[in-house]
């Protein structure tokens, strides 16, 4: 075999041996920087892990603070999770379980005896929960922000002072919150003695959607002084009036995706002439028909007035 031939042979046999070598180490780099995530994974996880209590030790939930414990979709049914949070977690200022189990609430205090001093926020939603008590919520008197949303809470004459020990509460969810409100028109009334026996004087935000209400109370603003954003969209109003002697602070008015079809001459007339500009979210089947002339007029007019919702694109 002529010696050139020879020297290209074995050039090409390094090549392939160098290609194979390349693809090793790089699946082998590859399989380390693997590792190496799936231990830096773990790391986080442990990092975040929960101690203490043998029913918050899953990696559902997380502790990613002093200040912050989380258990999402952990289904815990146990309500001792409440009275082990209190023991092990006392000082959290923000405590999120959502998407357990618990059916109902304790009937006393949610976390026991000792009061929750440094509680802010508390996220109850999707629990499946259907039976609240009116001493609940005792022994956290700084709560702010309060999420109820998607469950299937009956209300009952005894509960309705649930919301009364939180008077520094700014912020209610109550998103999907009940599932009788258009069966039983007496639900619709609790909730509303309910309202007004809490006195809650800095209340900012309200969500109300998606909870099938046909009607709602004409002084259903009246009880929040501070009342600035009030969610009704996604119900089955037919009607919608509210005392306009309880809105002056009302920024965010959203009664879109109802069964509203018509307005009434004090909604149009007084309701939105107090009202911020693009404040009121209508987004409703309205009749145009001959005699629609002062809705037309009005709403070609009216400044107040955001006809597209712009949740549809989020």
């Not at 023991?87 to 009061?115: A, C, D, H, M, V």
């Not at 259903?220 to 002697?245: A, G, H, R, V, W």
């Amino acid at each position: 075999m002529p010696f050139g031939h020879f020297s290209r042979l074995n050039s090409q046999i390094l090549q392939v041996l160098w290609a194979y070598a390349a693809f090793g180490a790089v699946a082998s780099i590859r399989e380390d920087y693997n590792d190496i995530e799936e231990y830096r994974v773990q790391d986080q996880i442990n990092l975040y892990h929960c101690t203490g209590s043998p029913l918050l030790q899953t990696t559902a939930c997380q502790c990613r603070s002093s200040e912050e414990l989380e258990c999402i979709n952990a289904q815990i049914t146990d309500l001792n999770v409440f009275n082990d949070i209190n023991k092990f977690y006392r000082y959290n200022r923000k405590i999120t379980l959502r998407g357990n189990n618990f059916n109902s609430l304790p009937e006393g205090p949610l976390f026991g005896n000792q009061s929750q001093m440094n509680l802010e926020l508390l996220n109850l939603s999707a629990n499946y929960i259907v039976n609240i008590s009116s001493n609940s919520l005792k022994g956290m008197p700084n709560l702010m922000i309060l999420d109820l949303s998607n469950n299937e809470i009956v209300l009952h004459k005894d509960m309705i002072d649930f919301l009364s020990h939180t008077p520094r509460l700014h912020q209610l969810y109550l998103r999907r919150a009940f599932t009788a409100m258009n069966k039983d028109e007496r639900q619709l009334h609790l909730l509303m003695k309910m309202f007004e026996k809490a006195n809650l004087q800095n209340l900012s935000i309200l969500d109300l959607s998606y909870n099938f209400f046909t009607a709602v109370p004409y002084n259903l603003p009246c009880p929040f002084p501070s009342l600035m954003e009030l969610d009704l969209k996604q119900n089955y109003l037919q009607s919608f009036d509210i005392n306009t002697s309880c809105i002056g602070k009302l920024r965010t008015l959203d009664i879109s995706r109802n069964n509203l079809s018509r307005l009434s001459d004090n909604f149009m007339n007084s309701v939105a002439s107090r009202m911020k500009n693009n404040s009121i979210i209508l987004n409703n089947h309205f009749i145009c028909d001959c005699n629609s002339s002062e809705y037309i007029y009005w709403i070609r007019n009216a400044t107040t007035v955001v006809c597209f919702d712009f949740s549809l694109n989020t």
